[in-house]
């Protein structure tokens, strides 16, 4: 077992980790009160090739690994988690499932901008009445013979309004289940696709989130992603590797939040001496330090073990439970120690707190983590 990271995955720490400083920090408060989406930043991680990191490099990618990813979502999470959801969807969601299961033809069209960061991408399986129960798709997709007649609601879409290319799940036979599912791509403009409004959100505030609706859409033939039926498990399997993005988010929220409670604690003084000198501050540090060590192995666990092309849908799902909840638990502490200062928005922490809640609902509840773990273990 090797425990240290190669010099590749070093410089591509720190190339993330100076991004996060020199890009996302300056104006994240800013866009966050006023729920800006991060464009500028945004475009120039597609520059850099973060938007298509796991991609293969003949269709636009970086071709990296799964470890470099956790990497660069950990460092770019602790200074901004809006910016991060969307690097984690647009690789291990959108680009992620198009480069598995797509045809040719749809990898040319769609995953080559996407994967170069020229355009960005959304991956629409929650609804109304259907968010952890992907199977109760209320959205249809009517086979016409040429094309699919799209008609439903998404709600919570990431990338709602900035997204270009958009992964819909629908039902395409009810009474086959989840065998009558279907996964389509299906792009903004198309006539009857409308984005309602934005969310107005407790957290990833910058985030573009919204609800889509669809009214009589055409979606050619070709745009459906693998055969008949294939839809639900096209979801299932993609959102495997999601739950890597979000832990690996998890993990960047609760370091972040870490590393700005031990700076705070060395500056302020209580006692006439700094407050980290003070056992009950330290016991605190403590926790928070091992927990999120404990948080960032399951993390890279997950990682290694799709690298290595071996299941890791029990790993992924312990490492979003876990990591989560750390998350969680982390900023809370992290805005104890701030005291009162915690709960001003310059200092970061009151943010980051916000920032967290939302790892422990989107990908799947914690609880949903506890029924993909527990089926794992009872096999």
């Not at 973060?50 to 460092?75: R, T």
């Not at 809006?82 to 598995?100: K, P």
């Not at 709602?160 to 903004?188: C, M, P, R, W």
């Not at 998890?250 to 370091?255: N, Y």
Request: glycine share 10%; aromatic share 8%.
């Amino acid at each position: 077992m090797h425990f240290q990271l190669t010099e590749e995955h070093l410089m591509i720490q720190k190339a993330a980790r100076d991004f996060a400083q020199n890009e996302l920090k300056p104006g994240v408060i800013e866009r966050d009160e006023h729920q800006k989406f991060p464009a500028e930043q945004i475009k120039k991680l597609g520059e850099l090739g973060f938007l298509g990191m796991m991609v293969d490099p003949k269709y636009g990618g970086s071709g990296l690994d799964a470890i470099s990813y956790v990497l660069v979502m950990e460092e770019l999470s602790k200074v901004d988690a809006s910016a991060s959801v969307v690097v984690s969807v647009n690789n291990s969601l959108v680009c992620y499932g198009l480069e598995q299961y797509g045809t040719e033809e749809q990898k040319q069209k769609y995953l080559v901008p996407l994967a170069k960061g020229e355009v960005i991408g959304a991956f629409c399986l929650s609804e109304p009445e259907a968010g952890s129960d992907a199977t109760s798709q209320h959205t249809t997709a009517i086979d016409m013979g040429d094309h699919y007649l799209l008609n439903g609601t998404k709600n919570w879409i990431t990338n709602g309004n900035s997204a270009s290319t958009y992964l819909v799940i629908a039902q395409t036979d009810a009474a086959k289940g989840h065998k009558g599912i279907n996964a389509f791509i299906v792009e903004k403009g198309m006539p009857g696709f409308t984005v309602g409004p934005k969310e107005n959100k407790l957290g990833i505030r910058g985030s573009d989130t919204h609800s889509l609706m669809f009214t009589d859409v055409k979606v050619p033939k070709e745009n459906r992603i693998g055969e008949d039926g294939f839809g639900f498990k096209f979801a299932m399997k993609t959102l495997e590797g999601g739950r890597i993005g979000i832990a690996s988010q998890a993990l960047g929220i609760a370091s972040g939040a870490f590393e700005l409670a031990v700076q705070y604690s060395k500056e302020r003084k209580s006692f006439g001496k700094p407050i980290s000198e003070h056992q009950a501050i330290q016991f605190k540090l403590a926790d928070m330090a091992t927990q999120i060590e404990a948080a960032r192995m399951l993390c890279l666990k997950a990682a290694w073990l799709k690298d290595q092309h071996q299941p890791y849908a029990q790993a992924s799902a312990m490492a979003k439970l876990f990591a989560s909840e750390v998350a969680m638990k982390t900023t809370v502490e992290a805005v104890q120690v701030h005291g009162g200062y915690g709960y001003v928005k310059e200092y970061h922490v009151e943010r980051l707190m916000r920032d967290a809640k939302i790892t422990q609902i989107y990908e799947g509840t914690s609880e949903i983590q506890r029924i993909v773990i527990g089926r794992e273990v009872l096999k």
